[in-house]
């Protein structure tokens, strides 16, 4: 097997997805973007992933579009919201939304894919146990993917980069679970919208996080400000 | 009218969209990436054209993707093609290809334009008098305005930002006419892939440009080092 891209945050969801993608047999690029996230501490969580799985390479691509996005997680002026309900979580669409964060990642995604020879992209978005992203869904992987097969030379030419999206339709407590079972160092990864020492235990990230590990019975190894 | 965000390369096709959106009424924040191309002229000549027309904000964004990318123009050890035959030009896919680029480029600034509140993006993509690029053609703008319909909150909510190619059907003489109606100072506009003193006259970009003069009967006030 080839080469493929996986899109690395340093979150339990895509630390996850590049145990899963290890295991399949491909050779793993990581992609992390330094895009004015608020948490920098997560740059360093996967950092730290890539280097447990051994992985092929690490790309790391600043792309400073904190001040021009409007989002409270590149933006230190606006708030992220806290200690919101499960059902409130999943309502409508919250401040730490990044405009086409997912398109602008997997199209640059896809085009490291086309230069280098990959034949995948992997990315972590979740449309159950999740934020009301737009960019989390099916509808939005299905286009993405249409949009690469027009565009692109490998696509005219029928070897179209596929794009997966694993733990799409997985619950958290699943993510979790598959997570011990590929031997994911959970305590290395990072969800945490804040960048602080330990980790908020308020923000939606870490509430959905607790929650997951809560419904598979387990026990999460980060510490937290609240619990 | 509101804001539009118009893609802006510095060379003749987009400095005429750049023209045509004013002509239209929009307030006009130009866009520009630096990508590692070899033609760096081209950002100068962006920021001419910008100046010139008095756009309200011009973005210039580093996106150092160089050696990432397979590509003659954004890599210095693939050669771009020169001398070839009109017809050559519309065959296959040259390696001035940049994979993904307008996908990357248009992402970017549909998330800039759905975080200031802009209407519409515009991309000088043109698909007549082209170098073949999968990325310039009309399945792509509509694969591309459907994955932002479907994933970002601007979307959803049924406000989605426009994509407009303007130029997408034209050919390189009717853009000509058009930027000569709406006074494109087309001296400070650039197309050749190198980025030497004079334009080369032997790539494609300038052999396209140079055609589209002859075909509208027109002297192309720029010095070519062949012509």
Chains 1, 2 share one sequence.
Not at 132 to 147: M, V
């Amino acid at each position: 097997m080839g080469e493929a891209i996986v899109l690395l945050s340093g979150g339990l969801d895509s630390s996850t997805v590049l145990a899963m993608v290890r295991d399949s047999g491909y050779e793993i690029v990581a992609l992390t973007f330094d895009y004015g996230q608020r948490h920098l501490r997560e740059l360093n969580s996967a950092r730290r992933i890539a280097k447990h799985f051994k992985v092929k390479e690490h790309i790391i691509i600043p792309l400073d579009l904190g001040k021009l996005l409007k989002s409270s997680l590149t933006n230190g002026t606006m708030s992220i919201p806290k200690g919101r309900s499960k059902d409130d979580i999943g309502k409508g669409i919250p401040s730490t939304y990044v405009p086409s964060r997912n398109i602008i990642f997997l199209s640059i995604a896809s085009s490291i894919a086309e230069s280098r020879g990959a034949e995948a992209v992997y990315i972590a978005a979740n449309s159950v146990d999740f934020s009301g992203y737009p960019d989390c869904t099916p509808e939005f992987i299905a286009a993405f993917q249409k949009t690469i097969d027009v565009a692109t030379k490998a696509g005219k030419e029928g070897r179209s980069i596929r794009v997966f999206a694993p733990v799409l339709e997985k619950s958290k407590a699943e993510i979790i679970k598959e997570a011990v079972r590929l031997q994911v160092p959970l305590e290395l990864t990072w969800s945490c919208y804040e960048g602080s020492v330990k980790a908020c235990g308020k923000c939606d990230s870490c509430l959905l996080r607790l929650q997951g590990f809560a419904d598979a019975g387990m026990e999460d190894p980060l510490e937290y400000e609240v619990r």
